[in-house]
């Protein structure tokens, strides 16, 4: 990159991270800075960044940092691996950034980048790499972000008057958005498999090649990033809102995960030569499952982060509501797919809002404490999963997942006292903010009628 800059071809550089609702936010140094200052030093930045709502808003009760504690800096330090060249904005490259105190140089450990990488490392020393790949679906809409804004989001206009999914025609007229996407996201190094229409009005899937848990989450990071900025240059808008509509499809980031030998080259998930395979499940397999099952209820909030997330988790809607797993059943939370070397599983849980950090941290924590604790996995579900009735439920509301957060000792186990009050903070905030509001919904219910 040095010779890109020097030779005028890179003059902007972004130094990012992501905040605690998976947004990436980041200074643009110029390249002449980046150089002279920056590549060794890094970029400070405010701490309320990883501690603040949607809105930018600072949230109270924080114990990392506060209005009592001045709300400090913290040093945004380049991880070499991740460079890459956005052909969307001109003269632009993005690193991604681990965060560090300006003062003892540790990493900020309440950083999502940091909480994925302490999950990454607690499987390394039980022998294991993880491989995780994801499928986050969003909907593209006519409207301009500002036009959307100015109507207050209603009476917005999908892309596609009809259902899209597989649909070859709709797609073609689509084209000009998302093969921008797919063709910008190659060249920025986010491997792209395919791109689909899905099963919303306007509603549209882009799969990406699995690889490790970091790099699949900055990938994620870019891809949203990407979609947003490449359809507001093109006078369009997307939402990875995880339900934007009663009426329609919500929006999911299905989670694929396995582990592998340290070196990548075994795949420890294939059990078809092991005595104790269970439906080509080798036994750490069994255990991993195990365990993302019994963290399902504790860990939703990883997974559905808003208010908005569990309007999604609906019956017979393509989002979960019970937590089994099934042989290639999409009515569950998990779904045993892949066979060979690419046997994994599909967690179905997350929605497409989820911060891809915390949700693949989510998983592998999950996986990992079924591994320490040799949990037994029971027998998968067959049927219609909407309608079992002996089965564990998806929480339906923020409510219920904060309590069940709270009160996790696996949570606690898993991430450590911090992250888990951390993130118990983040999301009691979210529902308060939520609590303080007059909604479209109230008014229209009981400005005359009461």
């Not at 007229?173 to 491997?191: C, F, S, T």
């Not at 509001?437 to 219910?445: G, I, K, P, Y």
């Amino acid at each position: 990159m040095e010779a890109k800059i020097r030779g005028g071809e890179i003059d902007t550089v972004l130094m990012a991270f992501p905040d605690l609702q998976g947004r990436l936010v980041a200074k643009r140094t110029t390249g002449r800075f980046f150089l002279q200052s920056v590549a060794d030093d890094g970029t400070e930045n405010c701490d309320y960044l990883i501690a603040c709502d949607m809105d930018n808003n600072p949230v109270p009760g924080y114990r990392f940092t506060s209005y009592e504690t001045g709300y400090g800096d913290m040093l945004a330090k380049a991880d070499w691996d991740t460079i890459r060249v956005i052909p969307w904005v001109p003269k632009t490259a993005m690193i991604m950034c681990d965060l560090f105190d300006v003062t003892t140089r540790e990493m900020v450990e309440v950083a999502p980048r940091t909480i994925l990488r302490r999950q990454v490392e607690a499987a390394a020393t039980l022998g294991y790499l993880p491989m995780v790949a994801s499928e986050i679906e969003f909907f593209l809409f006519k409207d301009t972000y500002d036009e959307a804004h100015d109507k207050g989001y209603r009476d917005l206009k999908p892309h596609s008057p009809w259902l899209e999914d597989y649909h070859v025609l709709q797609t073609t007229k689509d084209e000009y958005i998302i093969g921008q996407l797919r063709r910008n996201l190659e060249l920025a190094g986010v491997p792209v498999e395919f791109s689909k229409g899905e099963a919303g009005r306007g509603q549209h899937e882009i799969n990406l090649d699995y690889t490790t848990a970091v790099e699949m989450a900055d990938r994620n990071s870019v891809y949203k990033t990407g979609a947003k900025e490449m359809a507001a240059l093109s006078g369009r808008s997307i939402s990875f809102m995880a339900k934007w509509d009663m009426n329609d499809a919500g929006s999911s980031c299905h989670i694929h995960s396995s582990l592998w030998s340290p070196d990548g080259g075994t795949a420890l998930f294939d059990g078809h030569h092991d005595d104790d395979a269970v439906h080509g499940m080798s036994k750490v397999f069994q255990q991993y499952l195990a365990g993302l099952i019994a963290t399902s209820q504790e860990f939703a909030l990883l997974w559905a982060p808003t208010i908005n997330s569990y309007k999604r988790f609906q019956p017979n809607s393509w989002a979960p509501t019970g937590i089994a797993w099934g042989v290639d059943n999409r009515t569950l939370g998990y779904r045993l797919v892949g066979h060979g070397k690419g046997t994994r599983v599909e967690c179905r849980i997350p929605g497409s809002d989820a911060n891809s950090y915390l949700a693949f941290a989510g998983t592998l924590a999950g996986g990992l404490y079924g591994i320490r604790h040799q949990l037994e996995l029971a027998e998968p579900y067959v049927g219609n999963g909407y309608d079992a009735a002996d089965i564990p439920r998806i929480p339906w509301n923020m409510c219920d997942a904060i309590d069940l957060w709270e009160n996790s000792a696996a949570a606690k186990e898993c991430f450590g006292d911090d992250v888990h009050h951390h993130i118990l903070t983040m999301a009691k905030g979210e529902w308060v903010a939520f609590n303080q509001a007059v909604t479209d919904w109230e008014l229209r219910r009981y400005w005359e009628r009461v």
